[in-house]
């Protein structure tokens, strides 16, 4: 059995572990990742990243069909599905490569096995081929620190399991090699809609099914109502106050089910008392810190955001706490977020936006927007959210092309505290302009839209 004594373990090489290990080694620490599968975690392997390559697989499908609008003559042949998850699974190794030169780069120790907790500052690893673990123990880490970023893997319904063939999970759904005739998906969450958006646009004939009574529950009403329109016009079925979606299974030839994530907490963490959360979470402070003063735990694993972006910003910020002796709290007051239907939505606000009495709207549709029209791509507004008094923005709500990249705009708006918007600051023509016309809209300065009859 191999033995080493390090400054810092981290547990996982998802996007909190990956930066955290890295920006711990930039500051001169010696450091040891564990991971039990493939570096970049759920996002890079089987989440966001092969997610987004199907949608814009579909997404140049779709342009190749319309190019006639800019004056060509395009035959599209059939599509083989196989042909795009190779190229899908190309883009990930090739993505993971690069991942896995970066911590070399910074002689960083990578041991591929499962971790366990001795104690709150020695992990014991396990042999693990890709998945397969056995009670073979290959290496002990004694750490100063130790950060968890162990992710989380989907769940299941109760009453219901998945088989991997007729009943499946977002990853295996991401790796058929070819389109069902049909599919019904339970969750309309961003996944099942982001699901539903790509196979219903591939051919299949996709169900749609939400226990709440509407898409997207967490999201703005009229956000919500604007893509479960859009899904109607794809051909997607869309039903919402369902509970009964399981009933009729045996009709579909796929079961995709998208209702939430469950932590991957097996780590022995019984061994050492670190006090859980709801659902099996790890509780952490506003430093990413838990019970156990020298254990850290960072992104999906504590349940907070579940998003890559913020679990790289707990990862960083704690490499810097831990590594210098800080005490800077992660600061998640602004966080963008944007779901990839056809066409893509986002949206972002300030996190104490409810607080806010005064506030007026502003709406700009692309119908409205010159680029919009150059790029065919007229579906779908801008939605502003205004302080009447300050004339402060605190919101974006955006349907349409582009605005998975526009939010970060908003949101690069929002964080500065920016008191109004300039026009002088917007390029013409672009998409960026109609978060501006959105915002005059809401104070009645708009010179872009047709005068409303009083």
């Given at each position: ?45 089987c ?12 997404k ?47 002689k ?55 088989d991997?063939?007729k ?15 049909n ?95 709801k ?6 402070n ?18 907070k ?61 692309f ?27 605190l ?52 010179t872009?839209?047709?005068k409303?009859?009083?």
């Amino acid at each position: 059995m191999n033995f080493n004594k390090y400054d810092i373990a981290v547990i996982g090489l998802g996007p909190g572990g990956f930066t955290a290990a890295v920006r711990a080694a930039q500051l001169g620490a010696k450091v040891a990742v564990i991971e039990k599968s493939f570096t970049g975690g759920t996002c890079l392997n089987c989440g966001c990243i092969p997610t987004k390559f199907l949608w814009q697989s579909l997404k140049t499908k779709q342009k190749i069909q319309k190019s006639y609008e800019y004056g060509f003559k395009a035959v599209l042949e059939p599509v083989i599905f196989s042909d795009i998850i190779a190229k899908k699974d190309k883009n990930i190794a090739n993505i993971r490569k690069g991942m896995e030169m970066v911590l070399a780069s910074h002689k960083l120790d990578v041991i591929i096995g499962s971790a366990l907790f001795k104690d709150k500052n020695t992990l014991t690893v396990l042999n693990n081929e890709r998945g397969t673990v056995s009670e073979d123990v290959i290496y002990e880490v004694l750490a100063d620190k130790i950060i968890i970023a162990s992710g989380t893997k989907p769940s299941i319904i109760k009453g219901s399991a998945f088989d991997g063939s007729k009943v499946i999970s977002s990853t295996e759904v991401l790796n058929l090699k070819e389109i069902p005739k049909n599919m019904l998906i339970i969750g309309g969450g961003a996944i099942g809609v982001e699901m539903a958006t790509i196979f219903s646009g591939f051919g299949c004939q996709v169900t749609l099914s939400e226990y709440e009574n509407c898409l997207l529950p967490n999201e703005d009403e009229e956000i919500s109502e604007e893509i479960r329109k859009n899904l109607l016009r794809h051909g997607v079925n869309v039903l919402t106050s369902c509970a009964d979606a399981l009933d009729d299974i045996d009709k579909y030839e796929k079961v995709l089910i998208v209702t939430g994530r469950t932590p991957n907490n097996d780590l022995g963490l019984d061994n050492i008392g670190i006090k859980m959360a709801k659902k099996g979470f790890i509780e952490t402070n506003e430093f990413c810190q838990t019970n156990i003063e020298n254990i850290y735990a960072v992104g999906d694993i504590a349940g907070k955001n579940l998003l890559a972006y913020t679990a790289q910003n707990e990862g960083a910020l704690t490499a810097e706490n831990v590594v210098r002796g800080n005490f800077i709290a992660v600061d998640n007051f602004i966080v963008p977020q944007a779901v990839f239907a056809m066409p893509q939505s986002a949206s972002v606000k300030v996190l104490d936006f409810s607080k806010y009495q005064d506030v007026v709207f502003g709406k700009f549709p692309f119908t409205a927007s010159g680029r919009a029209f150059i790029e065919n791509e007229r579906a779908g507004f801008v939605k502003c959210a205004v302080d009447k008094t300050t004339k402060k923005p605190l919101a974006f709500w955006i349907v349409g092309a582009h605005s998975d990249e526009l939010i970060n705009t908003a949101s690069q708006i929002l964080k500065s505290g920016m008191e109004y918007i300039s026009r002088e600051t917007m390029f013409h023509p672009s998409f960026s302009e109609s978060l501006l016309n959105a915002y005059e809209y809401a104070l009645g300065k708009c010179t872009e839209l047709v005068k409303n009859k009083d």
